[in-house]
């Protein structure tokens, strides 16, 4: 079994090219993880996750901890064979679902106290029971536990919860059992605060991690002071160490944290969106619900090289979703996390050769073209 490790292949102004290295095989960096939350991308079976170029997958301790049960999985002999997926999985700790889904809840110390979204059961998340859940799912990457926080939040609130964040991430540290092939990443918090993100890089680093992610961000706050916390928190951060921005985003949003260093994504946007309608293009965005692609004869994409694209119209698509049938969200699904894959494929082309600004200013001078601008 290989040796978890990243390799900085290339390097454009401060955007990164570069390979993670993992247990279950590589993943070509700037990386985006199309998310399986409960051990599947909704919609798509793995095959199909693969065929978009999708190289890595998220799970989550928090809903895997729930159902079917970690114990359970573990029986089964782990996540990547109880899903079918051959490739790296990253698994989230659940400090942001505690945050978004579970009910009265307790943070403390201790870790969170919380009722079950599903039936109401009490149950507690401690620092060392989110590390067992994860070695027992055999995620490749496994996140400490973080107390993340809404923005915008008062300083006291932000360093609370960073500090607290740090004595988490010390005892996930400990608790962690260093198998070939498998990493452990912390997260920094400190929401829009520069200087306590830059606390929280220099106590994650004295700890030592095998990579590092910025947390509580995409969590309310305006695209511009998610790059200004980028900016300035990731040149503090390892150069030989993977960086990782936790639940971003749209595709500007990727680009632009892409050029401020950032090597790793996840998001829901791409598959979601896919199950309510909305495609992203080369020309932007559009609601394949709209009245004007009923008779369309186009593809969503012309540039797109997803099975959606070849095969099937515009009107079909707009047909489907209205309605109810299931294949119209699984097909959309298939070309938005193409489009996602593809756009960062060709952002590590752009970095290897040296032309990072000039794509962005091509990608981002095409969306702002607009869907309804001329397809050839």
């Known amino acids: 079994m290989t040796a978890f490790g990243f390799s900085l292949l290339a390097q454009d102004g401060q955007a990164r090219r570069g390979r993670l290295t993992t247990a279950h095989g ?78 009265l809840r307790k943070i403390s110390d201790e870790g969170v106290a919380f009722h079950s979204h599903l039936d109401g059961a009490r149950l507690m998340l401690s620092p060392e029971r989110a590390v ?87 969590v309310g706050e305006p695209q511009e002071i998610m790059f200004k916390v980028v900016e300035e928190t990731a040149p503090a951060l390892p150069q030989d160490q993977p960086r990782y921005l936790m639940g971003v985003g749209k595709p500007s949003d990727l680009v632009g944290a892409v050029l401020r260093g950032i090597d790793m994504f996840d998001c829901v946007l791409p598959t979601r969106s896919g199950r309510t309608g909305q495609a992203f293009t080369a020309r932007g965005s559009l609601n394949i619900r709209n009245a004007r692609h009923r008779a369309d004869p186009r593809p969503l994409d012309p540039e797109c090289s997803c ?6 119209s515009r009107a079909y698509l707009h047909h489907l979703t209205k309605a109810g049938e299931m294949l119209g969200p699984v097909l959309m699904t298939l070309h938005n996390l193409t489009f996602y894959q593809t756009l960062m494929a060709r952002l590590r082309d752009a970095i290897a050769e040296g032309r990072a600004q000039d794509f962005a200013a091509a990608f981002a001078e095409s969306q702002a073209r607009g869907d309804l601008a001329p397809l050839a």
């Not at 496994?142 to 923005?151: A, G």
């Not at 400990?174 to 198998?179: L, M, Q, V």
């Not at 070939?180 to 830059?198: E, T």
């Not at 099975?307 to 099937?312: G, N």
Request: charged share 15%.
């Open 26 to 103: 590589k993943a070509e960096t700037p990386a985006f993880m199309a998310v399986g939350t409960a051990a599947t991308v909704k919609g798509l079976t793995p095959a199909q996750v693969a065929s978009t170029g999708t190289q890595i997958v998220l799970g989550n301790t928090y809903h895997l901890m729930l159902r079917p049960t970690a114990e359970r999985v573990a029986e089964l002999g782990g996540l990547h064979r109880f899903m079918d997926w051959n490739g790296p999985i990253l698994t989230d700790s659940g400090g942001y679902q505690v945050m978004s889904l579970a009910k």
């Open 307 to 312: 099975l959606t694209c070849a095969r099937f």
């Open 132 to 218: 067992e859940i994860q070695q027992l799912l055999g995620s490749d990457i496994t996140m400490v536990l973080d107390q993340c926080v809404r923005l915008p939040a008062a300083p006291a609130v932000l360093a609370g919860a960073m500090e607290r964040s740090h004595r988490w991430a010390e005892r996930c540290r400990r608790a962690f059992n260093p198998t070939l092939g498998h990493a452990l990443f912390g997260i920094l918090q400190g929401g829009d605060n520069i200087a306590m993100r830059h606390r929280a890089a220099a106590a994650l680093t004295d700890l030592g991690f095998d990579g590092y992610a910025l947390g509580g961000l995409a």
